[in-house]
C-alpha cells in the first residue's frame, strides 16, 4: 500500500482545507485508514479514523470540525477540516493499517504518507 496525501497548505483562522489521501494497492475491505497529525518535538496525534465498515471516529479536540469520509471509486480518503485554528497547524499524515478497525494508536499503522502541511495563521 503506497500513500500519498495533498491538499495541505496555509489558511487564515476560520477557514477551511481539504485534505486529501490517494493510495495505491488498497482494499477498502481489508485496510482501515486513518489521520494523524504532528508538529516538531511532539508525538504524533490521532485525529481521526475510518474503519472498513464505514464507521467513523474522531478525536474530540476536532470533533465537529473535522469530517473524514472515502471514495472507495477514487481509492481517495479525505479529512475536511473547517472552522480552523493556529492550533491545528500541523504536518497531517495519512495512515493506513492491515485490520478491519482502526485504533487511536499510530504504532497500529502498517503504512504512512509523506505527510502535507497545514499551517492555520491567526
Known amino acids: 500500500v503506497q500513500l500519498q496525501e495533498s491538499g495541505g497548505g496555509s489558511v487564515q483562522s476560520g477557514g477551511s482545507l481539504r485534505l486529501s489521501c490517494s493510495a495505491s494497492?488498497?482494499?477498502?475491505?481489508?485496510?482501515?485508514m486513518g489521520w494523524f497529525r504532528q508538529a516538531p518535538g511532539r508525538e504524533r496525534e490521532w485525529v481521526a479514523t475510518?474503519?472498513?465498515?464505514?464507521?467513523?471516529n474522531v478525536a474530540y479536540s476536532v470533533k465537529g470540525r473535522f469530517t473524514i469520509s472515502r471514495d472507495k471509486a477514487k481509492s481517495t480518503l479525505y479529512l475536511q477540516m473547517n472552522s480552523l485554528t493556529p492550533a491545528d497547524t500541523d504536518m497531517y499524515y495519512c495512515?493506513?493499517?492491515?485490520?478491519?478497525?482502526?485504533?487511536?494508536?499510530?504504532?497500529?499503522?502498517?503504512?504512512w504518507g509523506q505527510g502535507t502541511q497545514v499551517t492555520v495563521s491567526s
Open positions: 495512515a493506513a493499517a492491515d485490520a478491519l478497525r482502526c485504533s487511536m494508536w499510530s504504532g497500529d499503522y502498517n503504512y
Open positions: 494497492g488498497y482494499s477498502s475491505s481489508r485496510h482501515c
Open positions: 475510518i474503519d472498513t465498515d464505514g464507521t467513523t
